[in-house]
């Protein structure tokens, strides 16, 4: 991973659960396992598929994606 520790941040995003959806916790999920690799690169670049960039730009203009949501799971995992 490009970043120090990205690999645990990924795995605690799996504990979220403020998106109310197991789907959109997993479309987090793989989005930001990508973007550890890329952290620079633009969405289509981390994302060559086109239906997995559709699902990412969708599941990101989702009103229950939130930053609060996405991160709720890391949250918890301080606090452990």
Do not use: H, W
């Amino acid at each position: 991973p490009a970043f120090p520790r990205s690999t645990m941040f990924v795995d605690d995003l799996r504990l979220s659960t403020g998106l109310g959806d197991a789907r959109a916790t997993a479309r987090v999920v793989a989005v930001a396992q990508a973007m550890s690799g890329k952290p620079q690169a633009a969405m289509p670049a981390i994302l060559p598929n086109p239906s997995d960039l559709t699902a990412a730009y969708r599941m990101a203009s989702r009103s229950a994606t939130t930053e609060r949501g996405i991160l709720e799971g890391p949250a918890l995992a301080t606090t452990r």
